[in-house]
């Protein structure tokens, strides 16, 4: 019964229900999402390069898995079916979420990235959406509270996709953003009516997973990173198929590519799994917990060394200040400097000169390259202002002759050398562009 009492003007209403609730059953997080082991990769059949690994994980020792292909590897070819471009994304989508489904992973996203042939981290992050991408991977974190993040290595070696390297530089980001709740505030507010339609936050809640792992389908000449190897060996079952044969059932599935789908689909065939039971390298990112602190909300830059300094430009310089942002600083010294070239091709090959002294510096290029790739180009030089950096790139131009060679750049400045800098030249052929 409601009673109205008016006291100088002013309604009360005293007693009855006056619409106002207090929601105190906050439910836990959806635990049919919760996963073990995050796979965060480019393109649909990329999962393939650690079928064994995954095969084992899951099906042997009972942990979870989710996936999220950051492309639908549109701007590959069709191996064995007439459909291209959107529709062919169409198709691998469909091939992916089915292979996973053999290793019995049913929980897979496909982002917005675009499908981008090259060597060049820098292009294939460029045509991607970079913030769509990335907010969408740290919400996805936060919903599936990975504990193990695993995906490709972010780093310029030679023969590794762009937009493998894109996949694992995003991956990286959001492993750090999504622990730390000043990202994205958006998707870890509690929702104004949980029970009610049209909520703009998400409910969900920051999730610091507890390591990143990485691997490389490039060539790893020279890479001193430390990390675990996995060898493929046994079974889920004592009288079922081995992991290696399960991980090539699963890249059966990718028909529509020839290197991994039409490959297996032969490896199969003739009872050679060879292939799939090689060895798998892991690289080591960070661990988070007991073994090293969370990353910070703000990373402080790396201090500028002083006077004058050279370093390599373009994705390189890049990936300088990412591993010091992200703490992964031993990648610096653990990588070194590498491309891969269709032979017979130019190599670009992009330095940036730095001065940190008062007044301006000119710097010269020595450029130093095998005997049987003729005449070096003529010397390039820039005037560096004070307090500045001068990029230049140098052009050059390889023989059709394969193999690995080594150049060298060194820069100089009123006579006397500032710095080396090395890099081996891959040459081959049917090299992805640089």
């Known amino acids: 019964m409601l009673r109205i009492v008016i006291v100088c003007g002013l309604f009360f209403v005293l007693g009855g229900d006056w619409g106002l609730t207090q929601d105190n059953d906050h439910p836990p997080p959806d635990d049919r999402f919760k996963t073990d082991i995050l796979v965060v990769v480019a393109h649909p059949d990329d999962e393939t390069m650690i079928g064994a690994w995954l095969a084992t994980q899951i099906l042997g020792h009972e942990r979870r898995a989710a996936a999220i292909f950051a492309t639908r590897g549109e701007e590959g070819g069709n191996a064995a079916w007439p459909e291209q471009h959107r529709a062919l994304g169409a198709v691998r989508e469909i091939e992916a979420r089915t292979a996973l489904a053999q290793l019995h992973v049913s929980n897979v996203w496909f982002l917005q990235g675009v499908d981008t042939p090259s060597q060049n981290v820098l292009r294939s992050l460029g045509r991607w959406p970079h913030g769509?991408?990335?907010?969408?991977?740290?919400r996805l974190i936060r919903l599936t509270r990975?504990?193990?993040?695993?995906?490709?290595?972010?780093?310029?070696?030679?023969?590794?996709?762009?937009?493998?390297?894109?996949?694992?530089?995003?991956?990286?980001?959001?492993?750090?953003?999504?622990?730390?709740?000043?990202?994205?505030?958006?998707?870890?507010?509690?929702?104004s009516d949980p029970r009610n339609i049209s909520n703009y936050t998400d409910g969900l809640e920051p999730w610091q997973s507890k390591e990143i792992l990485y691997f490389?389908?490039?060539?790893?000449?020279?890479?001193?990173?430390?990390?675990?190897?996995?060898?493929?060996?046994?079974?889920?079952?004592s009288s079922g198929p081995s992991y290696a044969r399960l991980a090539a059932e699963e890249q059966s599935i990718?028909?529509?590519?020839?290197?991994?789908?039409?490959?297996?689909?032969?490896?199969?065939?003739?009872?050679?799994?060879?292939?799939?039971?090689?060895?798998?390298?892991?690289?080591?990112?960070?661990?988070?917990g007991s073994h090293a602190t969370p990353p910070p909300g703000v990373t402080l830059p790396a201090p500028k060394p002083g006077g004058l300094h050279v370093d390599f430009g373009g994705p390189w310089q890049f990936y300088s200040r990412f591993w010091a942002a992200h703490g992964l600083s031993h990648f610096k010294a653990g990588?070194?400097?590498?491309?891969?070239?269709?032979?017979?091709?130019?190599?670009?090959?992009?330095?940036?000169?730095?001065?940190?002294?008062?007044?301006?510096?000119?710097?010269?290029?020595?450029?130093?390259?095998?005997?049987?790739?003729?005449?070096?180009?003529?010397?390039?030089?820039?005037?560096?202002?004070?307090?500045?950096?001068?990029?230049?790139?140098?052009?050059?131009?390889?023989?059709?002759?394969?193999?690995?060679?080594?150049?060298?750049?060194?820069?100089?400045?009123?006579?006397?050398?500032?710095?080396?800098?090395?890099?081996?030249?891959?040459?081959?052929?049917?090299?992805?562009?640089?």
């Open 132 to 138: 769509a991408v990335l907010e969408e991977m740290v």
């Open 146 to 191: 990975p504990e193990t993040v695993v995906t490709w290595l972010p780093a310029p070696v030679p023969e590794q996709h762009g937009d493998h390297q894109a996949a694992g530089v995003l991956a990286t980001e959001a492993f750090d953003m999504a622990g730390d709740p000043a990202w994205f505030g958006e998707q870890i507010i509690a929702a």
């Open 216 to 237: 490389s389908d490039g060539d790893l000449t020279g890479v001193t990173l430390e990390g675990p190897t996995f060898r493929p060996s046994g079974s889920p079952k």
């Open 254 to 288: 990718h028909r529509s590519q020839s290197e991994t789908g039409q490959a297996a689909v032969a490896a199969l065939s003739s009872g050679n799994l060879k292939a799939f039971e090689e060895p798998t390298r892991f690289f080591w990112g960070k661990s988070i």
């Open 335 to 434: 990588v070194p400097a590498g491309i891969a070239v269709h032979a017979g091709n130019d190599v670009l090959v992009p330095v940036l000169a730095g001065n940190e002294t008062s007044s301006p510096e000119d710097v010269e290029f020595v450029i130093r390259q095998p005997a049987e790739w003729g005449p070096p180009p003529r010397n390039a030089s820039c005037r560096v202002a004070a307090h500045s950096s001068c990029p230049v790139n140098l052009k050059l131009r390889t023989p059709a002759t394969t193999g690995v060679f080594e150049i060298d750049v060194e820069a100089t400045s009123r006579g006397r050398s500032i710095g080396k800098l090395p890099m081996q030249v891959h040459l081959d052929a049917g090299i992805l562009p640089q």
